[in-house]
């Protein structure tokens, strides 16, 4: 398997993902997968488009950390990253996370983990388009508590 992380501009491909994370592991009986897309509202506005940046170098080292934790808690063999950056329209997919492991159950929570932590505590900025002009998006008190029911406390939202 390659990187664990990439931030990326291209789209990615769900089939291609799963088969390089699952490639010569014969201990892999299940993989889970998240795909988040650009929706066409946000906060009861219209979203034409969206526009992601990042801090290079760390954003990676920060999703890396992230992945490191998911295996300390869970069971699991391998995980992936890909974060898309730069424009994106309604529809595109924005962010997959993929996690093998032996039995579903670690799988699954691994991935929910690895998400509700990407939610919060990746250094990403977002940038909606609507009706009203383009606006940045602050982090949502319901993201901390998601992070919280994992015994981690974080105070983004604003």
Known sequence: MGERVSI???DFDLGAEVAAL???DG???AVCSFIGTVRDRSDGSAVSAMELEHYPGMTERAIEAMI????RRFDIRAARVIHRVGPL?????IVLV???SAHRGESFQACEFLMDYLKTQAPFWKKET???GAR????????DAALARWGIQASNAG
């Open 68 to 71: 490191d934790e998911a295996h």
């Open 136 to 143: 940045w998006v602050d982090a949502r008190v319901a993201d």
């Open 98 to 100: 993929v996690v093998s």
């Open 89 to 93: 329209d309604v529809g595109d997919q």
């Open 22 to 24: 699952r490639a010569g």
């Open 27 to 29: 201990g892999v009986g």
């Open 130 to 132: 609507t009706p009203e």
């Open 8 to 10: 990326q501009t291209a």
